[in-house]
């Protein structure tokens, strides 16, 4: 056995926003063909979001076809053998040029102390480079508060305290220009659940 195949292969996919979206996935049964087996795939988004868009199966093979492309559709897609539960997966970006990152429907972000921290600075074309957080004010930030990024889930600060509160913009850099994502404010509880 081995991990279901996904068409377009790589780590990754853009797609123009309004653009069309087709995902495709067979089993990679490749021995012995004449034993796919219906409902063997499926297609399945993360963190439990919808899948948007018209899902068809035939011959073994599950397609996601979306007619036009809108940030929403933009997240990790995976594939699960539905048998040996393996999977794999590809990561879509809806390229937005009115907006390099995607706009977010949460702006407020509500921790507790101690807890990691995420901004959702999540950029819709890779080519955007060199993100870096900043104060909404331009002050510095906090001089223990320590962050990376990563392009499919944001900036991701370690370890939240109280002087963090506050309102945070993601900067990036996409062909020589300058790019901003939505402000944040953050709100940091103390105490338990």
Not at 29 to 53: F, H, K
Not at 165 to 186: D, I, K, M, P, W
Request: with cysteine.
């Amino acid at each position: 056995w081995s991990n279901p195949v996904i068409f377009p292969s790589g780590p990754h996919l853009v797609v123009p926003k309004g653009g069309a979206l087709e995902l495709r996935c067979h089993d990679n049964n490749t021995n012995a063909p004449s034993t796919v087996v219906p409902g063997g795939v499926r297609w399945q988004r993360e963190r439990g979001r919808r899948l948007e868009g018209e899902v068809e199966e035939g011959g073994g093979v599950v397609f996601v076809r979306v007619q036009s492309a809108q940030g929403y559709h933009m997240g990790r897609y995976a594939c699960i053998n539905n048998n040996t539960k393996e999977q794999s997966s590809i990561y879509v970006f809806v390229k937005d040029p009115q907006s390099p990152f995607q706009r977010s429907m949460v702006n407020g972000i509500l921790v507790r102390v101690g807890e990691n921290l995420t901004l959702p600075c999540l950029v819709t074309d890779p080519d955007v480079t060199l993100v870096t957080l900043q104060t909404c004010d331009l002050q510095p930030l906090p001089s223990d508060l320590h962050y990376h990024y990563d392009p499919q889930r944001g900036v991701i600060i370690g370890n939240a305290r109280k002087e963090y509160e506050g309102c945070y913009v993601c900067l990036g850099e996409l062909a020589g220009a300058t790019v901003r994502s939505s402000q944040y404010t953050v709100d940091v509880r103390l105490g338990e659940r």
